[in-house]
């Protein structure tokens, strides 16, 4: 509360609110004027979520309950994962302010999907400095991809309609991601229990993300203008 009490808008804003050009309701503006935005941001970020919770919930899990971990082990494997991801966000974010935005997110999600059977295969040796290397590889390919992703969100909508359609497509994400990565790994290894098929998840997972992200725009250094609210469609990309 304190920062965003005690930090400047944003030029733009400043701009919109000077002109009285606010949108009254923005939700009906941007679901009917930004829908690809929200729909393709929302599917773009969902391996976010997805590699996330296959980490800090299913793992704890699988690691204690199906390969023999003490909980504290896994705990601190995660937590040293965690201390990691602290430290590579902000990195990443300044690399795609250098490189642009997608091709640092796009390299994450290649990384998840290239991972997601090494992770296993980490954590099946039952052997907990090459279950802690599978998690920091992975926490690693996750921060490449969530790193610039909330600047990316934002950047996908006109100053107008940003809030919220960056709200939206994020509460979206975490719908397909989050919310179902849980549900969906319980079953998988309930129903073959092997590993390999949570990773055959992953995979899927980042390849749906991988694909939406493509359908998007570059961001990076695209001052749309106030009155637009849906400059992040690629336009040389088919949607069809």
Same mark, same amino acid.
């Given at each position: 509360?304190?920062?965003?009490?005690?930090?400047?808008?944003?030029?733009?804003?400043?701009? #919109?609110?000077?002109?009285?050009?606010? #949108?009254?309701?923005?939700?009906?503006?941007?679901?009917?004027?930004?829908?690809?935005?929200?729909?393709?941001?929302?599917?773009?970020?969902?391996?976010?979520?997805?590699?996330?919770?296959?980490?800090?919930? $299913? *793992?704890? @899990?699988?690691?204690?309950?199906?390969?023999? $971990?003490?909980?504290?082990?896994?705990?601190?494997?995660?937590?040293?994962?965690?201390?990691?991801? #602290?430290?590579?966000?902000?990195?990443?974010?300044?690399?795609?302010?250098?490189?642009?935005?997608?091709?640092?997110?796009?390299?994450?999600?290649?990384?998840?999907?290239?991972?997601?059977?090494?992770? $296993?295969?980490?954590?099946?040796?039952?052997?907990?400095?090459?279950?802690?290397? !599978?998690?920091?590889?992975?926490?690693?390919? $996750?921060?490449?991809?969530?790193?610039?992703?909330?600047?990316?969100?934002?950047?996908?909508?006109?100053?107008?309609?940003?809030?919220?359609?960056?709200?939206?497509?994020?509460?979206?994400? !975490?719908?397909? !991601?989050?919310?179902?990565?849980?549900?969906?790994?319980? +079953?998988?290894?309930?129903? @073959?229990?092997?590993?390999?098929?949570?990773?055959?998840?992953?995979? *899927?997972? +980042?390849?749906?993300?991988?694909?939406?992200?493509?359908?998007?725009?570059?961001?990076?250094?695209?001052?749309?203008?106030?009155?637009?609210?849906?400059?992040?469609?690629?336009?040389?990309?088919?949607?069809?």
């Amino acid at each position: 509360m304190y920062i965003r009490l005690n930090t400047s808008e944003t030029p733009s804003f400043t701009k #919109v609110k000077a002109t009285a050009a606010q #949108v009254k309701v923005p939700l009906i503006e941007v679901l009917t004027k930004s829908w690809k935005q929200v729909l393709l941001g929302g599917i773009a970020t969902m391996s976010t979520g997805t590699a996330f919770n296959l980490i800090v919930a $299913f *793992g704890l @899990t699988y690691g204690t309950q199906t390969l023999g $971990f003490s909980r504290n082990q896994m705990l601190s494997i995660a937590l040293i994962s965690c201390a990691l991801c #602290v430290v590579l966000l902000p990195l990443f974010g300044l690399l795609s302010d250098k490189v642009g935005r997608k091709p640092v997110i796009i390299g994450g999600i290649i990384a998840e999907a290239l991972l997601a059977f090494p992770l $296993f295969w980490l954590l099946d040796t039952k052997v907990f400095s090459f279950a802690l290397l !599978g998690y920091l590889l992975m926490m690693s390919a $996750f921060a490449a991809n969530y790193g610039p992703i909330a600047t990316f969100l934002a950047e996908l909508f006109g100053t107008k309609v940003r809030y919220s359609g960056l709200s939206i497509s994020y509460m979206l994400s !975490g719908l397909l !991601g989050s919310a179902a990565t849980p549900i969906i790994t319980t +079953a998988l290894l309930s129903a @073959t229990g092997r590993g390999s098929s949570v990773a055959w998840y992953m995979i *899927g997972s +980042a390849l749906i993300s991988a694909a939406a992200l493509l359908l998007l725009a570059e961001t990076l250094r695209k001052n749309a203008p106030a009155a637009a609210p849906a400059p992040g469609v690629d336009a040389n990309a088919s949607l069809s």
